[in-house]
């Protein structure tokens, strides 16, 4: 699974601006979601805290560099 999370990093940071890259990713079965199959924002937020602290995702912030774009001459 760490590589599959590595190959998504890459692909944000690729295609992506800087801010927006993960710095961790997880892998779930399920998320929470309303009756309606929307994501429940504050759930999620809860559940991200909650795995970053366990330790149960990947941190990926160590790849995680900002890019510094040349003036056009």
């Not at 990713?25 to 805290?49: G, N």
């Not at 602290?53 to 912030?61: G, H, I, P, Q, V």
Request: with cysteine; hydrophobic share 35%.
């Amino acid at each position: 699974e760490e590589q599959v999370a590595r190959q998504i990093f890459q692909h944000c940071y690729d295609t992506l601006v800087y801010f927006k890259a993960p710095g961790y990713i997880a892998f779930r079965q399920e998320l929470p979601l309303t009756a309606s199959q929307k994501p429940k924002r504050a759930e999620l937020k809860t559940l991200c805290r909650e795995l970053v602290e366990r330790k149960a995702c990947f941190d990926l912030r160590d790849m995680k560099r900002r890019q510094h774009k040349r003036a056009s001459a």
